[in-house]
């Protein structure tokens, strides 16, 4: 079988996206898989057009959260790090199936020394200075709060003023710090804002960030002195960097900036800026604000898109384990697979919105969409094949309007999810592909093979299937859908997806290959007669049969 790809003649065009990197003070829930599943999604579809992909992920290790979980914990912090780093984040990109290329963790020395270049080069060039600032602070955001942003407590907390997202009382703090002129860049961030309205996404996200700036920016306090786990101030010791100003760093540091090793820099040069900055919401402003202004401080390119996905909520509240809502991806995993994992969370939340999650919609989506729609049209096909032809495709017939209304239904499918993936809209692109699941169970309804196969000069005595017949051309057509669907739905349900394509004959895996042509996933003809189609296990058993 030909080997398929969803797009574009091969060529050296890069794509580089980073999910943020995780605190360390707890391990992932489904919130920070949400994130990485996307981040997998979309570089798995940038692969498939053959472009040169860097996926970043990793691990945000400093910060005063960091040290007093630690400490709550008995260990030291890099200790309390090391260990969640080992025992939960890593194995939890196995959990989802992700493909990342890079893992980034802050405490890593190619992390740590890059950063104390960067600003060292900042200080020399005027754009940091000492001085002192008291205000209100969350531990939980890592951030100083103006007094607008917080509420008043309730309950226990009555009479305290809390973090709009921790909903934990906030500390004062007065400090003498390090300053980055962040204000100086306001008409340039704003200029940037109306420039390019594809530097921040959603649209919702960008309006946000434009009434933050034109309300009015203060100087970044980007150094403490009253702790000491973080990253030490290069030219006075008895600082630590604000953990923001050195986590923000990483998509940069990890690919090169300020490597002593002349590949490295040829790395960061083939591949920053980059493409996608995938956040929450709830870091917006750091992404947004914050770290183009420290590379235009710099010198150095922006970033292409920072896009804020909304939050999953339970029980109508933000993911969070403080609040006892965070569930494990494995609690779903392991019922479900990674497959349906993927596709759930995909599919069911429109990108860049809140999204509820429950375990009743879940399952209902499991098997509605998954079992019976997807995973039952590709045993149904199979099985076609295997009774009446002996696993062996046959030479199809000529086509009728039916098969020609199939085809331009895949095509159109391939072009709007397509069109989708650059809009980073993987829901829009999951359900284009659905289209051709639905219209290609109408088109077996329709076309009633089962039916065909008891037609004069369908099948010989023996009840052998035809070449060239009705009932080939149906089955042919059905089995050249199922080909572009596992091409589609690879970066969403990979496991699925090889399994789909192996069925179908192939011998090479699904998926880039530099040696292999490539070829637009709706193109119908591709599998030649005689290819060995094989019934397997169920793509997707129902939930009685898992």
């Not at 939960?88 to 493909?99: H, I, M, Q, Y």
């Not at 946000?208 to 973080?230: P, Y």
């Not at 384990?321 to 019922?335: C, E, M, N």
């Not at 699941?437 to 010989?460: F, H, I, M, R, S």
């Amino acid at each position: 079988m030909a080997h398929d790809e969803t797009a574009a003649p091969a060529g050296t065009q890069s794509f580089y996206l980073t999910t943020p990197i995780y605190y360390v003070n707890d391990a992932p829930h489904i919130g920070h898989a949400y994130t990485t599943v996307a981040g997998d999604v979309l570089t798995r579809w940038h692969r498939q057009r053959q472009e040169r992909v860097w996926f970043l992920t990793g691990t945000d290790e400093h910060g005063q959260k960091v040290m007093r979980t630690a400490e709550a914990n008995g260990v030291t912090p890099q200790e309390w790090a090391d260990r969640l780093v080992e025992s939960s984040w890593k194995p939890v990109l196995e959990t989802l199936d992700a493909r990342n290329d890079d893992f980034i963790r802050t405490t890593q020395p190619r992390h740590t020394e890059r950063v104390q270049k960067f600003i060292s080069q900042l200080h020399a060039k005027g754009e940091i200075y000492a001085g002192s600032y008291e205000g209100p602070y969350c531990v939980g955001c890592e951030e100083y709060k103006l007094p607008g942003e917080l509420v008043d407590g309730t309950g226990e907390y009555e009479g305290l003023k809390l973090c709009p997202i921790h909903s934990r009382p906030v500390e004062m703090l007065s400090e003498q710090n390090y300053f980055f002129k962040m204000s100086a860049y306001a008409d340039r961030l704003l200029a940037l804002y109306e420039e390019h309205p594809e530097f921040v996404q959603p649209a919702s996200a960008r309006n946000e960030v434009l009434a933050f700036v034109k309300s009015g920016l203060q100087d970044l306090s980007i150094s403490r002195n009253t702790f000491d786990w973080g990253i030490p101030i290069p030219w006075d010791t008895s600082h630590v960097l604000y953990v923001w100003f050195d986590a923000l760093l990483n998509y940069a540091t990890a690919i090169g900036l300020e490597s002593d090793d002349e590949a490295e820099r040829e790395r960061f040069a083939a591949t920053w800026p980059a493409d996608v900055h995938l956040v929450g919401k709830d870091i917006l402003r750091f992404h947004a604000v914050i770290w183009p202004a420290m590379l235009m401080a710099a010198g150095l390119p922006l970033p292409k898109t920072i896009f804020a996905h909304g939050w999953l909520l339970v029980g109508g509240e933000k993911m969070s384990k403080s609040k006892l809502t965070g569930i494990a991806p494995t609690q779903i995993t392991d019922v479900f697979g990674s497959d349906a994992f993927r596709y759930y969370f995909m599919r069911a939340i429109p990108f860049g919105q809140d999204g509820s999650f429950s375990w009743e919609d879940l399952s209902a989506r499991y098997n509605a969409e998954l079992a019976n729609g997807f995973g039952n049209l590709a045993s149904r096909v199979a099985a076609m094949i295997s009774k009446n032809f002996g696993g062996s495709l046959p030479r199809p017939g000529s086509s009728s309007d039916a098969e020609t209304a199939l085809q331009e239904v895949a095509a159109a499918a391939v072009a709007q999810a397509e069109a989708a993936i650059d809009r980073i809209s993987p829901n829009e692109a999951i359900n284009a592909v659905w289209t051709l699941v639905d219209a290609t169970n109408l088109y077996l309804t329709e076309q009633e093979p089962w039916k065909v196969a008891k037609l004069p000069g369908e099948t010989t005595e023996s009840g052998a299937g035809v070449e060239g017949g009705r009932l080939a051309t149906i089955l042919v057509t059905a089995a050249e859908a199922l080909r572009t669907l596992a091409v589609l739905l690879n970066p969403v349900v990979p496991k699925a997806a090889q399994g789909l394509w192996t069925a179908l004959g192939a011998e090479e895996p699904l998926g880039p290959l530099d040696d292999q042509p490539v070829q637009t996933a709706a193109d119908f003809g591709t599998l030649p007669a005689g290819t060995r189609v094989t019934k397997g296990a169920s793509l997707f058993p129902r939930l009685d049969e898992v």
